[in-house]
């Protein structure tokens, strides 16, 4: 029997920063705005630094245990029953974010572009390709995070720097916000759309090196927070912290009003879109993989082929739950930042357990004489 083949660091990094880059990018702009009006940079920054703790948790448990995903080794920390059950609290969270992640981009697609087409069937059309590609093994699931990498950074990067023609400086300022209290909570709200990074919790154990994840994944984290940072400055440059407010897709907006030089090119949204279909699929994917392997750890099978069409109806008829676009939004920014208690606090308390027990193992362990 050969041996499966291992995921490299490139392939980490890249599953990362596809994972996160995806449906939030569109609002991004508008909740760091309502949150630090012309500080938006600064609440993003502060929800980026509230990511990379986060993921450097999340990566000493993996470094700590790199033969097991966060679904075994909890259960050796916490005990079998009390890990199982924080377990699934760890899995209907995803599949609430994977249901409402689906919602986001139906919603999107119906109102920009397929204005006739009813949202059930293009949020059916997306979890379904991401139910099929499920199916495949983690490489596979690595390469093709690593093959649409290019094909989803690069258009934005383009955008970005193409808009800053019309910025203005002045539009930035003052740099730091009134409302401490409102940008800790926009920080919260930003640091949710990267909480997909928790993905790397069933990688490390595939990794070619381990104890390089660390390293690997902050810096996966970096380059799509980087990314994130340079939307919210060039919307807020571009449009001003009061129009950006006006803005239900601030990013989307922002790509209509850059064009190629020469003329070449007048509708840049049309090529965003493009990119941004294929940076949702690759984050709902990162979501419904997820979800398959845990629920394979937890049932103790080999196979996790069984759960990817059996989800699909159930996070299907958790993404038809929000009524309207207004609604859909506060649901998943009260989701994602009540989501923080189980990528943050939960990861803490492991660790915390695990490195008191570590300690007591050590200080019980015999003395040779």
């Not at 380059?223 to 009061?242: N, W």
Request: hydrophobic share 55%.
């Amino acid at each position: 029997m050969d041996t499966p083949k291992k995921i490299t660091d490139i392939q980490t990094a890249s599953i990362v920063i596809s994972s996160i880059i995806g449906v939030g990018v569109l609002p991004l702009p508008l909740f760091a705005v309502r949150a630090g009006n012309t500080a938006a940079p600064i609440v993003t920054l502060i929800g980026i630094a509230i990511s990379l703790f986060a993921l450097f948790i999340i990566t000493v448990l993996g470094m700590r245990h790199p033969n097991k995903t966060i679904f075994g080794y909890s259960e050796e920390i916490l005990g079998k029953w009390l890990g199982r059950f924080c377990n699934i609290f760890v899995i209907l969270f995803f599949a609430l974010l994977t249901a409402l992640g689906s919602r986001e981009f139906g919603a999107v697609v119906t109102t920009a572009i397929l204005r006739e087409t009813p949202i059930e069937v293009t949020v059916l059309v997306m979890l379904l390709l991401a139910a099929i590609t499920s199916r495949n093994d983690l490489n596979t699931f690595a390469y093709i995070h690593t093959f649409y990498l290019p094909v989803i950074i690069s258009p934005v990067v383009i955008i970005v720097v193409l808009s800053l023609q019309n910025a203005n400086a002045l539009y930035l300022q003052p740099l730091l916000g009134n409302d401490i209290g409102d940008m800790f909570k926009g920080s919260l709200t930003i640091a949710s759309l990267c909480q997909w990074s928790f993905v790397l919790t069933i990688i490390i154990p595939l990794m070619l090196n381990p104890k390089r994840a660390m390293r690997t994944g902050m810096t996966g984290l970096l380059i799509a927070g980087g990314i994130l940072l340079m939307l919210v400055v060039a919307s807020v440059a571009v449009f001003g912290a009061e129009e950006t407010k006006k803005l239900l897709w601030p990013t989307l907006e922002l790509a209509r009003t850059t064009t190629l030089p020469g003329d070449l090119l007048q509708r840049m949204d049309v090529v965003f879109l493009t990119v941004w279909v294929t940076a949702v699929f690759t984050t709902l994917l990162s979501g419904y993989t997820f979800i398959c392997h845990a629920l394979s750890g937890l049932f103790r099978l080999r196979d996790h082929k069984i759960f990817s069409f059996s989800l699909l109806p159930i996070i299907f008829v958790l993404s038809m739950l929000p009524g309207n676009l207004l609604q859909m939004y506060k649901v998943i920014e009260f989701v994602g930042r009540f989501g923080l208690i189980v990528t943050i606090g939960y990861p803490c308390i492991l660790l915390a357990i695990d490195l008191i027990r570590n300690k007591r193992g050590k200080r019980s362990a015999p003395t040779n004489m």
